[in-house]
């Protein structure tokens, strides 16, 4: 539970940048330089910055308490049969189906028609399930002790994390897809697309014969990048905390192309948990449509408005919200790593957003800072009191002077991240 003075920080927290006291144009800045945290910080405690927790949607939501919410009596949702009619998959609503397909086409960020759907405990789930199924699959046309699966570096350091402490019989972590030297035999290549940690969108690298590709398409939202067309591949995964921010719901879900490869991840959610939690199911069937309705029909209000002018027309648009939040971010630490001079950010190109209709550039869910001073990046935020994520953890050739950072937390918290970077003095 969030406590009250958080609640006030939301609401009443402003940016305030500490002016640097010396010089801000050099750029061969050491440790040495550098001051741990000015006098006039207002917080000494540590700022997690390390997960992605979408607290940034607190206020959006608050505001729609009571247009949003779902009522669940006691004697709900008892039994475990979601769907009796669907005896193969049993534990997902059809609402929560329609649900999806509906935000899908409104966004226009993924093909729903003719593929499966299928809901998860999140997408952490859904990406076990999926290498399970497609590793099976393989396994059944081919003497290969293990399926090697591969990613891009930098990837998602729980991509690693999660496969190996799987300890498969017949998949195995491999590392840098851009490093995979087997010639021949099948493999799967994670593709995570706009990427974590640094936001690059991202294609397939090996693109041999004998491979299959998982999109993770957890940030192919408008409010993280333009929506260029909608992705179209054989297994694509999403989850509601990177689109909604329900963290807490637990809820995501894959679209899937072939028929084999969705009853093989049905039987394996069916194997882990008996499927997906209903109450979840619900609320994420309320959110979606919610914003569905709000895209699909404000153009389209009754030029004859009645008395009472539904809540949903008088909101801000949920993409443009998460868009307009991310933006100023990334605009304010730009404006802080420039004047420091000791942190290099990734660059992004502008795109013509479909959905939108808009030139937009992209705002990643995080940063994926350098650390210029030539000391461990980790340390170097530590040394502000800033929790941050190293960059040895999204890949084996990853130098530490890398890091990832959130920006998708509260305001109280990014507005202190960025009063204590700029608060770095510079000692000539």
């Given amino acids: 539970m969030v406590s009250q003075p958080e609640l006030q920080n939301l609401h009443e927290a402003k940016i305030k940048i500490v002016s640097s006291n010396g010089d801000n144009n050099g750029t061969n800045r050491t440790n040495d330089h550098i001051s741990n945290l000015n006098s006039n910080s207002t917080n000494g405690d540590v700022i997690n910055l390390d997960h992605g927790d979408p607290k940034m949607f607190y206020p959006y939501w608050k505001q729609l308490d009571n247009e949003c919410s779902v009522t669940i009596k006691a004697s709900d949702l008892i039994s475990y049969l979601a769907n009796p009619n669907e005896p193969d998959f049993f534990f997902q609503m059809p609402e929560f189906n329609d649900a999806v397909r509906r935000i899908h086409r409104v966004v226009g960020n993924a093909v729903t028609d003719g593929r499966y759907i299928i809901g998860g405990t999140g997408s952490s789930q859904l990406f076990i399930a999926a290498l399970r199924a497609l590793a099976s699959t393989m ?124 009853k093989k991840m049905k039987q394996q959610i069916l194997g882990m948990s008996i499927g997906s939690c209903q109450e979840g199911q619900l609320r994420a069937t309320k959110i979606l449509h919610f914003i569905a309705d709000k895209y699909k029909h404000a153009a389209h209000y009754m030029v004859e408005k009645p008395l009472k002018v539904p809540k949903l027309f008088e909101v801000e648009g949920l993409f443009e919200f998460g868009q307009r939040i991310l933006a100023r971010r990334w605009e304010q630490l730009r404006t802080v790593v420039q004047r420091i001079g000791v942190i290099r950010l990734p660059e992004f190109s502008p795109g013509i957003c479909s959905f939108s209709g808009k030139l937009t550039y992209p705002t990643p869910a995080f940063a994926w800072l350098e650390c210029q001073t030539g000391e461990d990046a980790e340390q170097f935020m530590r040394n502000l009191k800033i929790q941050a994520r190293n960059g040895s953890r999204f890949g084996n050739n990853i130098p530490g002077r890398y890091m990832r950072l959130s920006m998708m937390g509260d305001d109280h918290n990014f507005n202190l991240f960025l009063e204590r970077l700029s608060s770095l003095s510079i000692m000539e």
């Fill in 139 to 262: 396994k059944e046309t081919t003497s290969s002790k293990h399926v090697p699966v591969v990613c891009v570096e930098p990837f998602y350091s729980a991509y690693k994390e999660a496969v190996e402490q799987e300890r498969s019989e017949i998949y195995k972590w491999k590392g840098d897809a851009n490093r995979f030297e087997e010639q021949s035999g099948p493999y799967i290549e994670v593709v995570t697309s706009p990427n974590n940690p640094d936001g690059v969108c991202r294609k397939p690298v090996v693109k041999r014969e004998g491979g299959m590709v998982l999109y993770d398409l957890a940030y192919y939202w408008p409010h993280y990048t333009p929506i260029i067309s909608p992705a179209d591949y054989d297994v694509m995964l999403f989850t509601l905390s990177k689109a909604t921010g329900h963290a807490g719901s637990r809820v995501g879900w894959a679209i899937v192309k072939d028929q084999e490869i969705a």
